[in-house]
């Protein structure tokens, strides 16, 4: 009928994305049974990603939360997101300095009667009340929203002493006022040692943390995740690809032969390695959602599809990705920042320079990696030539060339 919006289809969507040369990942989405989270019979016939409960919050979200990288001129992704359940979007006041929250704001202008239906989330780096009270109050304005359903603290790295009584305190108070509905921190160094603390403490509603392939493996994090889960916190999992650190890493990577065959293998099965690393988190139950930075219409298509796929991953599948994750250990920065910053006599954030130099390599997001190197205090880029990163080096379980990267990145990011 003209002029009116025709729902996609599963049959539809299938043919959409295998002109876009993602026919290879349709194929499971014959099936009308989801793989991943719960959805009813009739979104089972429609492109809508599933959804889970987001720990004791009472609140289903999606599987796949939107990242926060799009502009204000990506409305139609915005459009397309909303249209494909994934219904879960994330920012933060630092995002594109501002203008991600503008852009949702702008979403929100022209379809307000869909603000209720998301779950928005928005962040802060800051553990000062005061300042919360003040960017909270910004970051709404910018939305054009009077709440956020989750307000997050921004890259805590020590939540014993970032998550003080004082913040707890302000936390109730923004709900009671109904700012925020729940509220809770993101980690991207030291994450177990935090999730470990919040699941203690008994105020923390959500936690979005850095889990893969190759984190989620390990011991501790097996463990901090059960902690969470049975204190009731949700958790979202990103940086889901785990990117390597520095350029010089890629012939660690895909070039290997390892990389090749692994992706061979499931290209063969219907789905792309990336989709493959997405599939592997949502595998545990206890993680709630996936947030996904989705930055067109390819990537959100290709993350919608591998949510609705229903196969599961083999054994032989997972050995893959964890035999790939050990040989590019030295790629890839684990966050475990006590262990190698310690070690170090210099103050120098080796995890979070880490990251940037990811930002930059594997993003190809200059201007961020830009922006939050230059942002490092004077002194910290003098001892990073200055350092003596031997012991550091020993101790890293990733063993990373720790001196060699950070060097690089001064040279790179001055
Ligand atoms: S450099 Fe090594 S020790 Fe330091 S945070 Fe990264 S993986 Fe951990």
């Given at each position: 009928?003209?002029?009116?919006?025709?729902?996609?289809?599963?049959?539809?969507?299938?043919?959409?994305?295998?002109a876009?040369?993602?026919?290879?990942?349709?194929?499971?989405?014959?099936?009308?049974?989801?793989?991943?989270?719960?959805?009813?019979?009739?979104?089972?016939?429609?492109?809508?990603?599933?959804?889970?409960?987001?720990?004791?919050?009472g609140?289903?979200?999606s599987?796949?939360?939107?990242?926060?990288?799009?502009?204000?001129?990506?409305?139609?992704?915005?459009?397309?997101?909303?249209?494909?359940?994934?219904?879960y979007?994330?920012?933060?006041?630092?995002?594109?300095?501002?203008?991600?929250?503008?852009?949702?704001?702008?979403?929100?202008?022209?379809?307000?009667?869909?603000?209720?239906?998301?779950?928005?989330?928005?962040?802060?780096?800051?553990?000062?009340?005061?300042?919360?009270?003040?960017?909270?109050?910004?970051?709404?304005?910018?939305?054009?929203?009077?709440?956020?359903?989750?307000?997050?603290?921004?890259?805590?790295?020590?939540?014993k002493?970032?998550?003080?009584?004082?913040?707890?305190?302000?936390?109730?108070?923004?709900?009671?006022?109904?700012?925020?509905?729940?509220?809770?921190?993101?980690?991207?160094?030291?994450?177990?040692?935090?999730?470990?603390?919040?699941?203690?403490?008994?105020?923390?509603?959500?936690?979005?943390?850095?889990?893969?392939?190759?984190?989620?493996?390990?011991?501790?994090?097996?463990?901090?995740?059960?902690?969470?889960?049975?204190a009731?916190?949700?958790?979202?999992?990103?940086?889901?690809?785990?990117?390597?650190?520095?350029?010089?890493?890629?012939?660690?990577?895909s070039?290997?032969?390892?990389?090749?065959?692994?992706?061979?293998?499931?290209?063969?099965?219907?789905?792309?390695?990336?989709?493959?690393?997405?599939?592997?988190?949502?595998?545990?139950?206890?993680?709630?959602?996936?947030c996904s930075?989705?930055?067109?219409?390819?990537?959100?298509?290709?993350?919608?599809?591998?949510?609705?796929?229903?196969?599961?991953?083999?054994?032989?599948d997972?050995?893959?990705?964890?035999?790939?994750?050990?040989?590019?250990?030295?790629?890839?920065?684990?966050?475990?920042?006590?262990?190698?910053?310690?070690?170090?006599?210099?103050?120098?954030?080796?995890?979070?320079?880490?990251?940037?130099?990811?930002?930059?390599?594997?993003?190809?997001?200059?201007?961020t990696?830009?922006?939050?190197?230059?942002?490092?205090?004077?002194?910290?880029?003098?001892?990073?030539?200055?350092?003596?990163?031997?012991?550091?080096?020993?101790?890293?379980?990733?063993n990373?060339?720790?001196?060699?990267?950070?060097?690089?990145?001064?040279?790179?990011?001055?």
């Amino acid at each position: 009928m003209p002029g009116k919006t025709k729902k996609l289809s599963r049959r539809d969507f299938i043919k959409t994305a295998s002109a876009m040369g993602l026919g290879s990942t349709l194929i499971p989405l014959s099936s009308s049974k989801m793989a991943y989270g719960s959805s009813s019979k009739k979104e089972s016939e429609e492109v809508i990603v599933p959804k889970r409960p987001y720990g004791k919050t009472g609140v289903n979200v999606s599987i796949l939360a939107l990242g926060g990288v799009l502009n204000i001129s990506d409305q139609l992704v915005f459009r397309q997101a909303f249209k494909m359940g994934v219904t879960y979007w994330d920012t933060a006041d630092s995002y594109a300095w501002g203008n991600n929250e503008k852009a949702i704001g702008k979403y929100f202008t022209k379809f307000p009667n869909d603000r209720d239906k998301v779950f928005l989330v928005t962040k802060a780096s800051t553990s000062n009340p005061q300042k919360l009270t003040e960017k909270l109050d910004a970051s709404l304005q910018r939305m054009n929203t009077p709440y956020v359903d989750m307000y997050f603290i921004h890259y805590v790295s020590d939540a014993k002493d970032e998550l003080t009584n004082d913040v707890k305190a302000w936390a109730e108070k923004a709900k009671s006022k109904g700012k925020i509905r729940f509220f809770g921190f993101s980690a991207h160094k030291n994450m177990e040692n935090s999730m470990l603390e919040a699941a203690k403490l008994g105020w923390i509603d959500g936690i979005m943390m850095s889990y893969n392939y190759r984190l989620m493996v390990k011991d501790e994090m097996q463990r901090a995740v059960e902690a969470c889960s049975n204190a009731g916190i949700g958790l979202t999992a990103m940086k889901t690809q785990a990117s390597f650190s520095a350029n010089f890493y890629a012939s660690i990577g895909s070039e290997t032969d390892d990389g090749m065959k692994m992706t061979e293998n499931f290209l063969k099965k219907g789905y792309t390695t990336e989709q493959a690393k997405l599939k592997v988190v949502w595998e545990n139950p206890n993680i709630a959602s996936i947030c996904s930075a989705m930055s067109n219409m390819t990537i959100l298509q290709a993350n919608v599809a591998a949510s609705l796929n229903k196969n599961r991953l083999s054994e032989g599948d997972k050995q893959r990705l964890e035999q790939y994750a050990q040989r590019t250990a030295p790629g890839y920065c684990a966050g475990c920042a006590n262990i190698c910053e310690s070690l170090v006599d210099l103050n120098i954030p080796i995890s979070d320079i880490l990251r940037y130099s990811m930002y930059n390599h594997s993003y190809g997001d200059r201007d961020t990696a830009l922006r939050l190197f230059n942002n490092l205090p004077t002194d910290v880029k003098a001892y990073i030539l200055k350092a003596d990163y031997s012991k550091a080096e020993k101790y890293c379980p990733q063993n990373i060339e720790i001196g060699k990267v950070l060097r690089k990145t001064l040279e790179e990011l001055s």
